[in-house]
């Protein structure tokens, strides 16, 4: 992934009501992504709304509803 730009959308939970709004292919990262404005919510059975490597993060204005026993806003890893 070179550049990613996701603002102002409003990410529910999966049909399970597990959290998981990005997902990044393993063994792949981003030179920059970009999270603003976006509103994260309602996940009760865990989950992860946010699992990326990333050479570049902007995370700004973010807004998470997570209800759930084991559920995670972001987990970031550097390559």
């Not at 998470?64 to 550097?78: D, I, M, N, V």
């Amino acid at each position: 992934v070179d550049t990613w730009l996701i603002i102002g959308n409003t990410f529910e939970p999966r049909r399970d009501w597990t959290a998981g709004a990005y997902i990044q292919d393993p063994g792949r990262y981003a030179w920059s992504l970009n999270f603003i404005g976006n509103w994260f919510g309602d996940a009760i059975n865990g989950g992860t709304w946010i699992t990326t490597q990333s050479l570049g993060l902007n995370f700004n204005g973010n807004r998470f509803e997570t209800a759930g026993a084991g559920s995670t806003c972001l987990r970031l890893t550097f390559p």
